[in-house]
Structures are given as C-alpha cells and as structure tokens.
C-alpha cells in the first residue's frame, strides 16, 4: 500500500461510505421496508409474492453495501494507520467481522424466495406455515442485524477514538462517533433484552438512528472535502 497516501485512502473512505449510505436506502427504504409489514404476515407474505423483482433487487442491493463497507473499512485502515497501526486494524477487522456476519445473515432473506414462490418441495405446507416460517426468518434476520451492528460498534468506538487523538480531522467528529457507539451497543443489547424495545421504533431513532447519520454522515463529508481538496501550488491532494 505504499502508493496509497492517506488523501486518497480519504477520498476511497468517503466514496464507499457515500455509496453505503445511498444504496442502503435505496435498499431498504424503497424496496425491502415497503413489502416487509412487521406482525402482518399476511400482507407481507403477498407483498413479497406480488413483487418478488423488487424484493430481490432490495437483496441484492444489501450485498452492493457490503462491498462497499468493505472499501470504506480499507480507506479508514490506511488514512488512520500514521496515528496508530493496531488501533487502526483493530478497527478494520470489527468492520470486517460485521460485513461477515450481515452477508451470511441475508440467508434469511434469500430463503424467503422459496416460500413465496411455492417451491414443489414445499407444496405439502399450508399457506398459514408458510407464512409463520417467513416471518421467523424476517425475526431471525433482524436478529442477525443487531449482532452484526454490536462489532459495528465497537469498530465506530476505535475509528472516533483514533479520530481524537488526530491533528487533522475534527476532534467534534470523534466525539460524535464515540456517541453513535454507545448507541448502537445500547440498541442492540436492548433488542435482546427487551420484547417491548423491539417493537419500538423511537428507541432505535433516539439511540442509533439520530448519533449515527450525525456522525458517520459528518464523516463522509469530511473525508470527501479533504481527499478532493487540492492546494494552488500542488495538484496534489492535501489534507491539512
């Protein structure tokens, strides 16, 4: 990696932190949440049915995020290497063992493709197990979510905590991420615990939701203005 300098691991950071924060709504917002109604198995059941396309788009469209998280994972690895190497892989690694387990988690996703498609092999099942085994995959993969999103966590803890202790990205931004990393611990170890924090949506937008677009969104405009800034007298790009 002796080619890279740290503005362009910048600029690859921001890029694949930009693109997850675009296809991951497209993906969910626009095609997954739209079929998927939580306790109504029915009506997701024939949502899902009635566009299996988009529902296989919003799949595939998880898979592109991961991709690029893993990008995002490199570009931070090298830009914050010069402030502390273990830190800065350790970090790497905790964004790896999440794209890891988000992949292997979407399983659940794919094996809903069988149910609503009346595969033959599933042709002695009633409609009613059908749709009782869909929506324990759904549960099972929200479950997936909140493990992946605890080494989440813990990656954003190390990548603020880096950014604390650099002289050159703000220090606000660090002590942002160390907030969202608290919030998502809290959120996914409120999702075990709690059957009534579950169902509720308002906790996940006061305690992930609102520190993480804040914070890692703040990121990725920093990384994108830095790694494209150039000064007058070098083409170069220049982080200070």
Do not use: C
């Amino acid at each position: 990696m002796a080619d890279i300098t740290q503005q362009q691991a910048a600029l690859i950071a921001g890029i694949g932190y930009l693109m997850v924060f675009i296809v991951a709504t497209l993906a969910g917002t626009f095609a997954l949440d739209r079929l998927i109604v939580q306790g109504d198995a029915n009506t997701t059941f024939n949502n899902i049915m009635a566009n299996e396309s988009l529902f296989r788009l919003g799949v595939a469209g998880l898979l592109v995020v991961i991709v690029f998280d893993t990008i995002a994972a490199w570009g931070l690895y090298v830009l914050l290497r010069p402030i502390n190497k273990s830190l800065s892989l350790t970090a790497a690694w905790f964004r790896l063992l999440f794209v890891a387990i988000f992949a292997v988690n979407l399983v659940n996703h794919l094996s809903i493709l069988p149910l609503v498609s009346h595969a033959d092999y599933l042709k002695s099942f009633g409609i009613e197990a059908l749709q009782a085994q869909m929506m324990q995959l759904i549960y099972a993969q929200q479950m997936g979510v909140h493990i992946s999103f605890m080494f989440f966590g813990i990656h954003i803890f190390f990548i603020g905590y880096l950014i604390m202790r650099s002289d050159f990205i703000p220090r606000i931004i660090g002590i942002m991420l160390l907030v969202a990393a608290v919030g998502y611990q809290i959120d996914s170890f409120a999702f075990f615990l709690s059957a009534g924090y579950a169902s509720s949506k308002v906790g996940f937008i006061i305690s992930v939701a609102i520190p993480a677009i804040v914070s890692e969104f703040s990121l990725t405009i920093w990384l994108l203005y830095k790694g494209l800034k150039r000064t007058e007298n070098n083409p170069q790009i220049a982080l200070t």
